[in-house]
């Protein structure tokens, strides 16, 4: 488990899912502050799926632009519903 925080203005963690076998798809998922005090936060919350199988750690970090929308890091795509 590998796990990134980060917090200027925006709250920020990643938790990565690494496939730990050949052939198999990583996942990680992206939890964010969007606004809010710190008793009752607004967050965000995306998970994504390795494009391909993969046992390679994505790049930590990712972007949130000024309307709340974030992106998977290279490589993943959000996993829907």
Do not use: H, W
Not at 1 to 6: E, F, N, T
Not at 10 to 17: A, D, F, N
Not at 55 to 79: E, H, L, M, N, R
């Amino acid at each position: 488990m590998a796990i990134s925080i980060s917090s200027k203005n925006l709250l920020k963690v990643q938790q990565v899912g690494m496939a730990k076998k050949e052939g198999l798809k990583s996942y990680t998922a992206l939890v964010f502050k969007i606004d809010g005090n710190n008793v009752y936060p607004n967050t965000k919350a995306l998970l994504c799926e390795s494009n391909s199988a993969t046992t390679q750690i994505p790049f930590f970090g990712f972007d949130v632009s000024a309307s709340g929308d974030v992106k998977c890091p290279q490589g993943y795509s959000p996993v829907r519903d």
